[in-house]
């Protein structure tokens, strides 16, 4: 049967995850998310679910090519999954890089100091057959004041909208009727939905 995420227990998981960090340590080899991902969310809005392959390699879920009632390739959907996301990110964007599952691309400076001992923390679940994915919303909670970036997770309309920044500081407006114009919930639980679907659903409910 397939294992269906719901909306709810998204919306938990979004605000519960945004308070939590990580300390499983792993002696696995760690992996830096590609530059290519890096330039791109400090040069435009990049909101977005990945989900880990079985190497640690976070691969991007593109909603677009992904059919109807099927789910994302990066997924099994016989096997359990879990998603992480960040909290309040002031000032990261213009750092230049990710909170993941990843110390090494998660927290560069704490990693080298440690001599490397801070670990890939997604390969224990990935070694024990789960879907390992991360939620990417540091466009939007890169703001000065928490209770802004924290706004935007319930409602598009809170003291600073659906603002976003980029690397050079810059802070630019999305379209309110854009799917970016939506909640950060709402954009999340759509992108888990498209990633992790029930095929019997979109079907109508036919068995």
């Known amino acids: 049967m397939m ?11 979004i605000a519960v995850l945004s308070t939590l ?4 340590a792993s002696s696995l080899p760690s992996r830096q998310l590609p530059r290519t991902e ?9 909101s977005a679910l990945f989900f880990y392959d ?4 976070l691969q991007r879920h593109d909603p677009g090519v992904t059919a109807a009632g099927q789910c994302s390739p990066l997924v099994d959907p016989s096997r359990p999954t879990v998603i992480y996301t960040h909290g309040w990110e002031v000032n990261r964007i213009r750092q230049g890089y990710r909170e993941s599952l990843d110390y090494k691309f998660t927290d560069p400076k704490g990693h080298a100091a440690l001599g490397g001992a801070l670990g890939h923390t997604a390969l224990p679940w990935l070694a024990r057959g789960w879907n390992v994915g991360v ?3 540091d466009n939007f909670s890169d703001e000065p004041m928490v209770f802004d970036a924290e706004a935007k997770i319930w409602c598009p309309r809170g003291p600073q909208r659906m603002r976003y920044r980029l690397g050079d500081g810059r ?3 999305v379209d309110p009727l854009s799917r970016d114009g939506r909640s ?4 999340f639980a759509q992108a888990l939905e498209s990633a ?3 095929p019997r659903e979109a079907a109508g409910g036919a068995q």
Do not use: C, N, P
Request: net charge negative; charged share 20%.
């Open 3 to 13: 294992r269906m995420v719901s909306v709810s227990a998204a919306l938990l998981l």
């Open 21 to 24: 960090h990580f300390s499983v």
């Open 38 to 46: 890096t330039a791109r969310f400090r040069s435009q809005l990049d």
């Open 54 to 57: 079985s190497e640690g390699r």
């Open 135 to 137: 939620y990417f919303w």
């Open 171 to 173: 802070f630019s407006e």
């Open 184 to 187: 950060v919930a709402e954009q």
């Open 196 to 198: 992790i679907q029930d």
